[in-house]
């Protein structure tokens, strides 16, 4: 929990760096461009797939949240990996989204904190939080069956029931100002004056902005905490799903990396690997989300897991992957996308090779079978 006093302090910092060289006008040229270089920087909390594995926390404008390991603005920028239909897709909203803010933006720079900043810290907690209600999936609730059954078959096939909690991310939670309020109460020193304000910057937005809070960004987590919690957004499947996929595969797809991402916290000090997991070095990050990759190939194309097909999951997964950024020397590297492919196809050959036996084989002999192959995925 932090004070308010820290909290104008992380805001003037943050305030300093954006409008370092330029006025506090909305037609000053250089303040589009200088908004658009921080985009980057405020939509670090835009993940796709982050790890909280041990209870480390940062906080930004007075929320606490877990740490960021991944964040989806690294793998937009424009690098050696090049465009592909989900990075344009992803560049369209980001963009949407910067836009909608300067259109509505009347230069009050604590209108950046709280809009680029903070409403993505509080529909984390919104997903996080006991007493919100986070189950259900898709914009109205449309994909929660599905979910629902997805769940029960992962529990079923990884023996793991009632030890995973799966919640859903929606963009429409930020609409709600009533709950805006209680997070600032909950979660923030700021008294009720100062929250009285920001309520003020967030109804504004909200009134007057197309973009803010429904973008998809907002909705766009998917990430799983060492306490058992899963949370998949909204947006993060839509996005997907606009690059021509089905979102149910989307889903079937993020549920079981995420979950695989539990099966090594359930496992943690019990499985061995050749370095030490989760201690946040890119090599470290990468073997334990390539293994992540291998067991969704296992699940999704068992005979008694998903049953899909592997080059359906072949698909899919290629669109997931350029989710993996090209930052090779980031704590958050996940990989490249052809070392992630070829850890999910080993996955799938696993599969191959323990149903002929007619057999889920143990959350141990996945693990073994992973390391038997990480060499030569990571050669
Ligand atoms: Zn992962």
């Given amino acids: 929990m932090k004070t308010l006093t820290k909290k104008i302090s992380v805001l003037a910092i943050t305030i300093g760096v954006i409008l370092s060289s330029c006025t506090n006008e909305i037609d000053s040229p250089n303040l589009e461009s200088e908004l658009k270089a921080v985009s980057a920087?405020?939509?670090?909390?835009?993940?796709?797939?982050?790890?909280?594995?041990?209870?480390?926390v940062s906080s930004l404008h007075g929320i606490v949240t877990d740490n960021s390991l991944f964040s989806l603005a690294t793998a937009v920028v424009p690098?050696?990996?090049?465009?592909?239909?989900?990075?344009?897709?992803?560049?369209?909203?980001?963009?949407a989204l910067i836009n909608g803010f300067i259109a509505s933006w009347d230069g009050n720079p604590d209108a950046i904190g709280i809009i680029l900043d903070d409403y993505f810290i509080i529909n984390q907690i919104a997903a996080l939080d006991e007493n919100f209600n986070a189950d259900t999936f898709g914009a109205n609730g449309?994909?929660?069956?599905?979910?629902?059954?997805?769940?029960?078959?992962?529990?079923?096939f990884w023996d793991m029931s009632d030890l995973i909690e799966v919640r859903g991310q929606h963009t429409s939670t930020l609409e709600d100002l009533d709950f805006i309020r209680l997070v600032y109460e909950k979660y923030s020193t700021a008294p009720d004056v100062v929250i009285d304000y920001f309520l003020e910057i967030a109804e504004h937005f909200n009134n007057t902005s197309n973009?803010?809070?429904?973008?998809?960004?907002?909705?766009?987590?998917?990430?799983?905490?060492?306490?058992?919690?899963?949370?998949?957004?909204?947006?993060?499947?839509?996005?997907?799903?606009?690059?021509?996929?089905?979102?149910?595969?989307?889903?079937?797809?993020?549920?079981?990396?995420?979950?695989?991402?539990?099966i090594q916290f359930l496992n943690f000090g019990v499985f061995n690997y050749p370095v030490p997991a989760f201690i946040g070095t890119p090599e470290?990050?990468?073997?334990?989300?390539?293994?992540?990759?291998f067991i969704t190939g296992y699940y999704l194309t068992h005979k008694r897991g998903a049953t899909y097909n592997w080059k359906?999951?072949?698909?899919?997964?290629?669109s997931f992957f350029e989710i993996g950024d090209c930052g090779f020397t980031s704590n958050g590297h996940h990989g490249?996308?052809?070392?992630?492919m070829e850890a999910a196809r080993l996955g799938y050959e696993l599969a191959i090779s323990?149903?002929?036996?007619?057999?889920?084989?143990?959350?141990?002999?996945?693990?073994?079978?992973?390391?038997?192959v990480l060499d030569g995925i990571v050669d």
């Fill in 41 to 56: 920087k405020t939509s670090q909390n835009l993940s796709t797939d982050r790890v909280s594995p041990l209870p480390t």
């Fill in 336 to 340: 490249t996308p052809i070392q992630r």
């Fill in 284 to 293: 470290s990050t990468r073997m334990t989300e390539l293994e992540a990759d």
């Fill in 211 to 262: 973009q803010i809070p429904e973008n998809p960004f907002y909705a766009s987590d998917g990430f799983a905490t060492f306490s058992g919690f899963i949370v998949v957004g909204d947006g993060i499947v839509s996005m997907l799903a606009e690059t021509g996929i089905d979102p149910k595969v989307v889903w079937s797809s993020i549920l079981a990396h995420e979950w695989a991402h539990q």
């Fill in 79 to 95: 690098s050696e990996c090049g465009t592909t239909p989900f990075r344009d897709i992803t560049s369209f909203y980001n963009d």
């Fill in 354 to 372: 323990a149903q002929k036996k007619g057999k889920i084989l143990s959350q141990q002999q996945v693990h073994d079978g992973f390391i038997d």
């Fill in 312 to 318: 359906r999951v072949e698909g899919v997964l290629s």
């Fill in 142 to 156: 449309e994909h929660t069956n599905y979910v629902n059954n997805r769940v029960r078959s992962l529990e079923k």
